[in-house]
T-cell receptor
Framework: SQQGEEDPQALSIQEGENATMNCSYKTSINNLQWYRQNSGRGLVHLILIRSNEREKHSGRLRVTLDTSKKSSSLLITASRAADTASYFCATAAEPWGGATNKLIFGTGTLLAVQP | DAGVIQSPRHEVTEMGQEVTLRCKPISGHDYLFWYRQTMMRGLELLIYFNNNVPIDDSGMPEDRFSAKMPNASFSTLKIQPSEPRDSAVYFC???WGQGAYEQYFGPGTRLTVT
């Protein structure tokens, strides 16, 4: 079963606007990651936020994490047409009985940025 | 670095045939993952290896699927016999170090079983 559920499933905005995507998950996590997938390509890692962090920035990306609500958001500021892609959150479960490298991916948000 | 390499990029085969997908991870990475992506089920982890040893194969759908990693620079995912419901994009990814850090994905193999 998938750990993360993204919202919205699809988002269409104009170039220059901000895009916000949300991810909810079910169990305790060690970290949460966001990935981008362009059509017909593999996933590309964007940012990782650990369970003891609340906010992280990378360029035009801002990620927040609320472990009490089991949710995260990805904000892309000043969007560009090149940001058009699917965005996925991935959670790494809190390890028990040893570390795990397993990631569970969400359902993804399809972002379309209109020029 | 060339990144994760997968071959073939596209595979079309008939039901019942054997299919072998190949992956070369990034040099120095000690974890290798196989995923399957479909519209219906999203991105699913099939199996992952650490230092060439399978660690978790709980996502392998059935006995028709098998994966091997004979050395640090090569892995295969085999489906025998293939069925139309196996049609999907199969991704290989690699990472370094214990703990769930960022994974580097290959371009994928689009498999169509007719």
């Amino acid at each position: 079963s998938q750990q993360g559920e993204e919202d919205p499933q699809a988002l269409s905005i104009q170039e220059g606007e901000n895009a916000t995507m949300n991810c909810s998950y079910k169990t305790s996590i060690n970290n949460l990651q966001w990935y981008r997938q362009n059509s017909g390509r593999g996933l590309v890692h964007l940012i990782l936020i650990r369970s003891n962090e609340r906010e992280k920035h990378s360029g035009r990306l801002r990620v927040t994490l609320d472990t009490s609500k089991k949710s995260s958001s990805l904000l892309i500021t000043a969007s560009r047409a090149a940001d058009t892609a699917s965005y996925f959150c991935a959670t790494a479960a809190e390890p028990w009985g040893g570390a795990t490298n397993k990631l569970i991916f969400g359902t993804g948000t399809l972002l379309a940025v209109q020029p | 670095d060339a990144g994760v390499i997968q071959s073939p990029r596209h595979e079309v085969t008939e039901m019942g045939q054997e299919v072998t997908l190949r992956c070369k991870p990034i040099s120095g990475h000690d974890y290798l993952f196989w995923y399957r992506q479909t519209m219906m089920r999203g991105l699913e982890l099939l199996i992952y290896f650490n230092n060439n040893v399978p660690i978790d194969d709980s996502g392998m759908p059935e006995d028709r699927f098998s994966a091997k990693m004979p050395n640090a620079s090569f892995s295969t995912l085999k489906i025998q016999p293939s069925e139309p419901r196996d049609s999907a994009v199969y991704f290989c990814a690699s990472s370094w170090g214990q703990g769930a850090y960022e994974q580097y994905f290959g371009p994928g193999t689009r498999l169509t079983v007719t």
